[in-house]
């Protein structure tokens, strides 16, 4: 190795380790470290240090969500980034107790990101079925046993304050927390649910030092609902500027399920708040909106006129009615997965991969039959009546990928994904990929007409991808007619 070459390693050495200091000094700027004068008689085991969390991956549409400058109400950024700008120092930070909480308010959104320390989490007081089991040994359960109920002090929080009071009364529930048109609003729930302790009395069996951020799920076994929960968390991360990727605590009682591969692959660490032994503390929680009050799912009654585009775009000619939010966000999916890149590169280097996603009979959970609804009645006859023309097609080698997402890994999943030039599909839950769908991917969805929503067409405008469609008159869709489409868009690319 010649000199010049060491002096350039030693160089690139000392900028990471600048940066990585950087990043810590902004941690501990914009989170101080509350008093924990009593920490030592509480902590029954020890806390690995930060460097256990799993590191931010470099993303190329990230656009920095800090420091956060106001933005419009209604604009792109408000929708999909960082909309959370109003920050409320609910219990200031004071030396005498550990506890403190603050909630960042979205006036678009009309939800909030709160976070908080010195919190206890009782399991106990929390009615809800333990959670994380075998999807066969619960067959039956009801959601009713599975949702959260929290009982008064379910949570509580060191403050120099009258033991048993409310940490947020419900005047600042309903203006910051409303319910709207969440019948079960369960993050409202839980910060109902906080009492103060007196200093020196917060008892836990288990204190975690490094962020962890509390999620409630709903419907956790369909992807376009938990894709609203993954981005739900990702921008609570996000907004309070953790320089790693937290711990994620689900604080509901559902089973595993296959899309909880994900949940994993995006954060450090994934447990159930009833699998702990006895009450934990947190030095900082962050509770995450319900997936309900994301803009994935706002816009389905509501018009959110925002244009994907690119982060390069933006960063030249700022448009507040244009975003790269969803791209970021599908990038650090399939970051998690190791499938890094804008994915250019990543399709095949001869021809093109047309991806069909399918709709399968799967057992998703304990009150399913395993038989799924179907859009496309004659799905099987299209797919080979496409996959035959592909075969034959001269001009360009079309590799048809057949979309059996309900039996593939999630990595499997994402890769197919990113992979496709095309990706073709009934209407169904398994198009919420798109998401993760790369700039230069085209899509053809197949509506019947019993199924006309808007989910996919708004995913694809706000992601900036190229979007066709076929509706039908009732389920059943012409080979011939969908193959004709297919070959005006492979026109299009050169085919």
Known sequence: MSRRQRARIVRAVVFLFFINVASVILYLILHPRPSSHHRGALTLAPTPPFSSLKPWPSLPSFMPWLPPPKPRARSC??????????????????????????????????????????????????????????????????????????????????????????????????????????????????????????????????????????????????????????????????????????????????????????????????????????????????????????????????????????????REHPDDMRTARLSEFGEMLRASFGLHGDGMQTKPTTGHNVLFVRREDYLAHPRHSGKVESRLSNEQEVFDSISKWASHHSKCKINMVNGLFAHMQMKEQFQAIQEASVIIGAHGAGLTHLVSATPNTIVLEIISSFYRRPHFSLISQWKGLEYHIINLSGSHAEPDEVIAKLREIMRSLGC
């Open 77 to 314: 950024e408000a929708f999909f980034g960082h909309g959370f700008s109003r920050r409320l120092d609910v219990l200031p930070i004071f030396p005498s107790a550990s506890g403190w909480l603050r909630c960042h308010y979205s006036e678009t959104l009309m939800s909030s990101v709160c976070e908080g320390g010195g919190i206890r989490m009782d399991p106990g007081r929390i009615e809800m079925s333990r959670g994380g089991e075998a999807l066969k040994e619960v067959i039956g359960r009801t959601e009713d046993q599975e949702l959260p109920k929290f009982g008064a002090g379910s949570f509580e929080i060191e403050r120099d304050m009258p033991a048993g009071s409310k940490a947020v009364d419900e005047a600042f529930l309903e203006k910051y927390v409303p319910r709207g048109h969440v019948s079960m609003h369960t993050m409202r729930a839980l910060l109902d649910s906080i009492r103060v302790v007196e200093p020196g009395k917060l008892e836990c069996s288990l204190w975690i030092d490094e962020p962890t951020v509390l999620v409630t799920r709903f419907e956790y076994a369909n992807l376009f609902h938990t894709v609203t929960d993954w981005y739900s968390a990702y921008v609570s991360s996000r907004i309070t500027g953790l320089p790693n990727r937290p711990h994620l605590v689900f604080v509901d009682g559902h089973c595993k399920a296959p899309l909880e591969e994900t949940w994993e692959a995006l954060f450090s660490t994934v447990r159930y708040a009833k699998n702990f032994s006895g009450p934990v503390c947190f030095r900082h929680a962050i509770i995450s909106p319900l997936g309900y009050e994301t803009a994935l799912f706002k816009g389905l009654t509501e018009s959110i006129n925002c244009q994907g585009t690119t982060a390069n775009i933006l």
